[in-house]
């Protein structure tokens, strides 16, 4: 079956300038997480949504950055403003309720902030 | 709170050679590990996860780990390595129950050469 998808693949923005990410999960899952990874790091979490509810954003590095997920289906995530920090590759993934079940990943979005 | 520490950013073997990548984690409570591969522009794809049952884990590609919690360890190892294994290896660790974000190590950098 389809996997996760992610759009766009890539995205290049000016400094100040707000974007959005666009996450598909795979179809019937419940839960779906954002984590960002910079270059040469590991992924870090950045906020996870249960259906349409946002029940975890403590990753989120600022006010700057907003997710959602109003349907319990796709999920945007928008960064305001955006720095050159903000520069990183931004994965979701999305899994079922049950406590050992896989984290499904997209291929990622790759952000440049210029 | 948990953590993920790999030892070597980069590790070379030759093709035909035994592949050991090092895991160790922290946990409070009896964590879920995971090894994820990420090949260059993809996103992560799960090669195997540690959930409380045998401790000897058996994944895709001929790779397996041990969990051993007397060493807080879960080593990443293959007999014999191929051309195709060189990629980028991150080890994750999670907390049973709850939502189960993943904690990612900083990844280490496979070279297979021949």
């Known amino acids: 079956g389809a996997g996760v998808s992610q759009s766009p693949r890539y995205k290049v923005a000016k400094r100040g300038q707000d974007v959005a990410l666009r996450c598909d999960p795979i179809?019937?899952?419940?839960?779906l997480f954002w984590y960002q990874q910079a270059l040469g790091q590991g992924p870090e979490f950045l906020t996870y949504?249960?259906?349409?509810?946002?029940?975890?954003k403590s990753g989120l590095p600022s006010d700057r950055f907003f997710a959602e997920r109003p349907e319990g289906s796709v999920s945007t995530l928008k960064i305001q403003r955006t720095q050159q920090e903000d520069s990183a590759v931004y994965l979701c993934?999305?899994?079922?309720?049950?406590?050992?079940?896989?984290?499904?990943f997209g291929p990622g979005t790759r952000l440049t902030v210029l | 709170a948990q953590s993920v520490t790999q030892l070597g950013s980069h590790v070379s073997v030759s093709e035909g050679a035994l592949v050991l990548l090092r895991c160790n984690y922290s946990?409070?409570?009896?964590?879920?590990l995971f090894w994820y591969v990420q090949y260059p522009n993809q996103g992560l794809q799960l090669l195997l996860k540690?959930?409380?049952?045998?401790?000897l884990v058996k994944g895709i590609n001929g790779f397996e780990a041990e969990f051993k919690k007397s060493e807080t360890s879960f080593h990443l190892t293959k007999p014999s390595a191929h051309m195709s294994d060189a990629a980028e290896y991150f080890c994750?660790?999670?907390?049973?129950?709850?939502?189960?974000?993943?904690?990612f190590g900083a990844g280490t950098r496979l070279a297979v050469h021949p």
């Open positions: 993934a999305s899994k079922n309720t049950g406590s050992s079940d896989t984290q499904y």
């Open positions: 179809s019937g899952h419940v839960s």
């Open positions: 949504f249960q259906n349409e509810a946002q029940l975890d």
């Open positions: 946990s409070s409570v009896p964590p879920y």
């Open positions: 540690y959930t409380s049952a045998a401790t």
């Open positions: 994750a660790v999670s907390a049973p129950g709850g939502y189960n974000k993943l904690i």
